[in-house]
């Protein structure tokens, strides 16, 4: 919320009746379209959320930006948002907004911080309302509660923002640079499998740790994940993330053109999709402040035991009665039509694919979680459509055979593999 305190001056102009206790002017269901007698502030700050705002959805808080509003920042404070019963906590307040109240409220219940305002009818329903409908609203009034003697009329926008805005962590791995020596690392987006519906960035730690040893930046990420997040949530996660990491190479010792991924299981999946599509308007929705232009392709891609084709594999587990494989299925995905289209191996053979980057394919032949000839299909499709594919096959080894048993002799050759596959993708590092 924006809250801009009004000259005294203006107090008999802007309402009719000055009472100090009317509500005073609220559009309730609509932002009316003719916004020019707004405040600046505060007509920039609506103008900001709209342009911040994925399509046709909310922003989340991970979309808010504080350098790119630093004016508007001082004026503005965010709510967490209770159900159950219907409740109202500070997360944050700025200075300005600190200064005018007269002490700190974060953390603190709105209903304990100012009980004027939730006990006003009109307050009530304009909260209520935000919070089931998803719209903005707008008021200019007298305070509801003691303030500045300053402020005589206020006026302000409430803007709400998705429930999916809280910060998703990544762990970094970072190799230690001996003596004084000098060049870049090459640096790898890790995404991890668990079906789309389960694990976290710690799942390819045995990998991620081997592969920094080796000199290598591992930027190992977190995303949505269901019930509350279905496609294509996670691969603009995904894309997010690898376009943060190219923006910020150089803080971690390498550089935006030496950044590729690597994927797992359906992490692998996720991160073809972001790859393969990398400016489609779905995946790339998540705004990055500061590099508004910087996009997700890749140089070199990773892949281990890939979902390369999530339809093919939702059949079989299904044949199968794989009870947990088909649930994390249905889960993620809304339909096989949507497992049709979001589906790596079919982008390819459709001719939908972008640029292709150079790749590497680890595939255990004891691999259940996978169509026997998943991993073929999708090189043959791969080279066919002009992309370069080194393909390694391991006998007798089962899905995420490399962080199941990380010291064993096949592991220990595949993150080889991989390991001289990202070096002499990344010269200079």
Known sequence: MLQLARDTANFAQTLAAPDSADYGAWTGYRIPEDRSEWHPLVRSFFEYWLSVSPPGRLPGRQHIAPEEVPVLWSRMWMLDVHRSPLRYRYRLCGTEMVRSLGREVTGIWLDEAHPQLVENPQSRERFRYMVESGQATWRRGPPLWTRDPEHRVIETCIAPLAADGVPLLARLYRPIRPGNSGGSFPAVIDVHGGAWASGDRLNNAPLDEALAKSGIVVLAIDFRMPPQHRYPASIADVNLATRWLK?????????????????????????????????????????????????????????????????????????????????????YWNSEAEMGEGNPQLILERGEAGALPPAILVQGLADDNVTPDMADRFAAAYRARGGELELHKFDAQPHTFIVRDPASDASRRATELIRDFVLKRAPGG
């Open 247 to 331: 923006n910020h190479a150089e803080e971690f010792g390498s550089r935006r053109e030496l950044v590729g991924g690597l994927g797992t299981s359906s992490g692998a999946h996720q991160l073809l999709l972001s790859v393969l599509k990398p400016s489609d308007p779905r995946y790339a929705a998540l705004r990055l402040a500061g590099a508004p232009a910087e996009d997700a392709s890749l140089p070199y891609i990773v892949l281990c035991w890939p979902i390369s084709d999530p339809l093919a594999r939702y059949r079989m587990v299904r044949e199968k009665g794989n009870t947990r494989l088909v649930e994390s299925h249905d889960a």
